[in-house]
């Protein structure tokens, strides 16, 4: 199955950030494995990226054995702009997501990097099997 995911990005006065360099990496039990790069258009937004996801039947389940949705890494680059870093992004079979990304101008000073860590989704966070064992999303 599979989701997809657009990339919107903007200034915080909404003005479209276009050409900004998009880059998605799936996320394993110990690192990111890059996926596809892309960039942004003239109205800041990417192309939708088709991103592989579990069976959408996983949330069915009033004790579900494996984690409902898949987790991406996306960063996005742009020259005088901050590098802008999104880590544990959750993307759901048969769903169109959009991610909107704001973008800071360095305005003359050295670019850094912000980076925003979502945390699993509180209704999965935690399941419990037929053992009693603690069973978590990205496990």
């Keep these: 199955m599979t989701g997809t995911l657009t990339i919107e990005t903007m200034e915080a006065n909404g003005a479209p950030v276009n050409q900004a360099a998009i880059r998605v990496y799936e ?24 991103l592989p996801t579990p069976d959408s039947t996983h949330s069915l389940h009033s004790i579900p054995q494996t984690c409902p949705y898949a987790q991406y890494d996306v960063q996005v680059i742009k020259d005088d702009f901050d ?19 704001i973008m800071q101008c360095c305005n003359d000073r050295t670019p850094k990097t ?26």
């Excluded at 039990?29 to 892309?38: E, L, V």
Aim: aromatic share 8%; glycine share 6%; proline share 3%.
């Design 27 to 50: 996320r394993t039990d110990s690192a990111s494995k890059f996926i596809m790069g892309c960039y942004t258009d003239e109205k800041g937004l990417s192309e939708p990226i088709t």
């Design 83 to 101: 590098k802008e870093i999104i880590n544990g992004v959750q993307i759901f079979p048969n769903t169109n997501s959009t991610l909107t990304v």
């Design 114 to 139: 912000n980076t925003i860590d979502i945390e699993h989704h509180e209704l999965y966070d935690k399941w419990i099997d037929t053992n009693n064992a603690t069973l978590q999303c990205g496990e």
